[in-house]
């Protein structure tokens, strides 16, 4: 990196050094603000929210800052903008003028015993998993008596019929397995914004012909 930047000519360069055209270059760089910069990072939480006095509530918690107790802010409507995949804190902006008011913490985060307990049984659960994972792979691999001369592939995992059907008893997964398996939040299902929204009517029961 050292020679190409600073001893590398590269013609389009007027046969000049990378470093030396990078010094020779007048034009101005503004530096931003490291915290107007860190605004640009922050995704947007959807329409205005009122302060509470239990704070601002929002992703099915309530956030708290030290700001928020002795200046009267209770009622106010701000915007909420956070970090993408970051819950913990959030920054609050007024609704109207969007300055900057200050950030909040989830009021109800989980202690330190709480999370290495949560950590542990999510590292115990994904080593179950895994060593389930290549048990399954083994069994499926098929494997073949060894031979000297050409010959028709003589597999070696034969069973029994009755254990091939206890081994099926086995694998096939029955259907409450499945629900508790499922991971419907995987995928995000919308939250109406409004109460004021129309719910779909449920359909018509079918009348008997007379």
Known sequence: ?????????????????????????????????????????????????????????????????????????????????????????????????????GAAFRSDEMSPRQSRALRNARRREADRYAAKARRARKNAKPRYAATSVAATPEPLNRLTASQATAQLRQLQTPEADLHAESRPDLLNRPKPDSTRWTKPLPAPEPQDAP
């Open 1 to 101: 990196m050292d020679w190409w930047n600073n001893d590398h000519t590269i013609a389009r360069l007027h046969r000049r050094t990378p470093a030396q055209a990078w010094h020779a270059d007048l034009t101005p760089i503004d530096t931003l603000d490291p915290e107007d910069l860190h605004t640009y990072t922050l995704k947007d939480g959807g329409p205005p929210r009122k302060i509470t006095s239990k704070g601002v509530r929002w992703n099915s918690a309530y956030y708290v800052g030290d700001w928020m107790h002795g200046h009267g802010s209770a009622g106010e409507m701000v915007r909420l903008r956070h970090e993408p995949h970051h819950y913990h804190r959030i920054e609050l902006y007024d609704a109207d003028t969007l300055t900057y008011r």
